[in-house]
């Protein structure tokens, strides 16, 4: 894991300084120049760190989300059949209605 994390100062370092292809190509090829560890690097773990957290945060929002939504759909389907049950008793009492008015 710590030459996870060096390797990952380095990359930060060398994206900060914006120095050139003649530090990229010197840590492609392996070279081991030490980095000193700056307010920066920290800065960008912290803000990796707190783009996780903010990922988690939305996923569970998003989960939340989702079973409202099939709450409220599974009411308005209930409310739903229950207007198509209404429809058709009042369209046997209208049909019932019509026939009493013909006779």
Same mark, same amino acid.
């Given at each position: 894991?710590?030459?996870?994390?060096?390797?990952?100062?380095?990359?930060?370092?060398?994206? $900060? %300084?914006?120095?050139?292809?003649?530090? /990229?190509?010197? =840590? *492609?090829?392996?070279?081991?120049? @030490?980095?000193?560890?700056?307010?920066?690097?920290?800065?960008?773990?912290?803000?990796?760190?707190?783009?996780?957290?903010?990922?988690?945060?939305?996923?569970?929002?998003?989960?939340?989300? $989702? %079973?409202?939504?099939?709450?409220?759909? /599974?009411?308005? =389907? *209930?409310?739903?059949?229950?207007? @198509?049950?209404?429809?058709?008793?009042?369209?046997?009492?209208?049909?019932?209605?019509?026939?009493?008015?013909?006779?």
């Amino acid at each position: 894991m710590n030459a996870l994390q060096e390797a990952a100062k380095k990359v930060a370092s060398i994206k $900060n %300084q914006g120095s050139g292809a003649t530090q /990229a190509s010197s =840590l *492609a090829n392996g070279g081991s120049q @030490e980095m000193p560890s700056t307010e920066e690097n920290q800065t960008a773990y912290q803000s990796s760190d707190e783009k996780e957290k903010k990922i988690r945060e939305l996923s569970a929002e998003l989960e939340n989300t $989702n %079973q409202r939504c099939e709450v409220y759909r /599974a009411n308005l =389907l *209930a409310v739903l059949r229950d207007m @198509e049950e209404q429809k058709l008793k009042l369209s046997v009492k209208v049909q019932s209605a019509r026939l009493s008015l013909k006779e």
